[in-house]
């Protein structure tokens, strides 16, 4: 028990930073709709929503592989996935049904709402993106990706490779160098430069945890970080500067993208590096909701457009009632929901997949999987994740 809570005093990190994560994606959004000159610097100084969205993809690429391996059981992780995810995000969508056929406005796009059953169906399943549905949500673009790293991470596993995260990071840097770098100057067009990044961002992450665990030197890490900062600074430049986007709403200045990557691995590098020091009890409840924090946000933002607040009340309000919500929603479904998922895998304790065992280790037992979590219950929670 002493070595597990020291172990997640050490993790606890990591929902620091998802706790200032979270708020930057909530500032980008409540403060974009609140006024236009914010909108103008998120996108030609420093855009708050792509510092999140990394941080949130560095901390995942930490997490995902502790979990995994921790369960040993690509069943149990994915059982462990599954209530983690699910029920809050059938939650959001459910309640953007809600607020569409009670006429709230800017709920659904014209194209999502041309075929609006089975797009809602399809989302039911967080795979929309693999299959060409357009999210109900914009930021569901990103659990999508989670999944897709979730089902490579597994294949990984099973096929004993989980350990070749410094190879795999290296790969996809020089790939996305490559792709980012000479498809805009050869072709005169633009990669999804966003997207790439942040799967890198998920790799480097798992880089780290090989660095944590003392599979990996302080020297590799290094020289992987360097080729990766030098190297994006130079897709940015050829994909946000030579080829910009065709939406003329979605143009970015290079420091508007740069700027804010480089802070979120900044942000991680050094919360990482003092990881064994106590980080602000707000940030690391705030860390531990951000998962609601990022789902509902979006939908509280329409619902208090409908009164007209001006721009500085609209702005608290939003953040305010966005953190009370997700705290409410993490209480009563979240944290209910990773519970019963715990009770599921400590019923598979009896299965094949694991020796039986006494009567006192199975008490030993469930106390490490009710702290399988880092920090108050908090692995890989999105964003994001």
């Known amino acids: 028990m002493a070595a597990t809570s020291r172990q997640n005093d050490r993790l606890s990190f990591l929902d620091c930073i998802r706790g200032i994560a979270a708020l930057a994606v909530l500032v980008e959004h409540a403060g974009s709709g609140s006024w236009p000159s914010f909108h103008v610097f998120v996108h030609n100084s420093f855009n708050f929503g792509k510092f999140g969205v990394a941080s949130f993809f560095l901390t995942s690429g930490f997490v995902i592989p502790f979990s995994l391996e921790r369960s040993n059981s690509v069943k149990r992780f994915w059982i462990n996935r599954f209530f983690r995810l699910y029920p809050l995000y059938w939650l959001s969508l459910l309640l953007l049904v809600v607020l569409y056929f009670a006429g709230a406005p800017n709920v659904f796009d014209p194209n999502f709402v041309s075929h609006l059953v089975r797009n809602l169906l399809v989302n039911i399943t967080m795979l929309q993106q693999f299959v060409g549905i357009p999210n109900a949500e914009g930021l569901y673009y990103t659990l999508c990706m989670e999944m897709a790293l979730y089902i490579f991470l597994s294949i990984l596993f099973l096929r004993k490779w989980n350990h070749l995260s410094l190879r795999i990071a290296w790969a996809a840097s020089i790939l996305l160098a490559a792709a980012g770098i000479l498809t805009p100057l050869l072709l005169q067009k633009r990669i999804p430069m966003a997207g790439l990044f942040y799967f890198l961002c998920f790799f480097v992450g798992t880089c780290v945890y090989r660095h944590f665990t003392a599979q990996l030197s302080a020297k590799s890490l290094a020289a992987l970080l360097v080729f990766v900062s030098i190297s994006t600074v130079a897709e940015i430049y050829c994909n946000y500067v030579v080829v910009k986007k065709v939406d003329s709403t979605e143009v970015f200045t290079l420091w508007a993208v740069l700027l804010p990557w480089s802070a979120a691995y900044l942000l991680f590098l050094v919360a990482y590096s003092f990881r064994s020091h106590k980080f602000p009890a707000f940030l690391i409840y705030l860390g531990t909701i951000s998962y609601s924090v990022y789902l509902f946000h979006p939908s509280i933002g329409r619902v208090l457009s409908i009164a007209h607040l001006g721009p500085a009340l609209s702005f608290l309000s ?55 979590t880092v920090s108050t219950q908090a692995v890989a929670r999105y964003p994001l994740s």
């Open 318 to 372: 939003v953040l305010a009632v966005a953190i009370l919500v997700a705290s409410l929603t993490y209480r009563f479904v979240e944290n209910p929901s990773i519970r019963f998922g715990k009770q599921i895998q400590l019923r598979l304790g009896n299965d094949a997949e694991r020796p039986k065992r006494s009567v006192e280790s199975s008490a030993v037992k469930t106390e490490t999987v009710e702290t399988d």
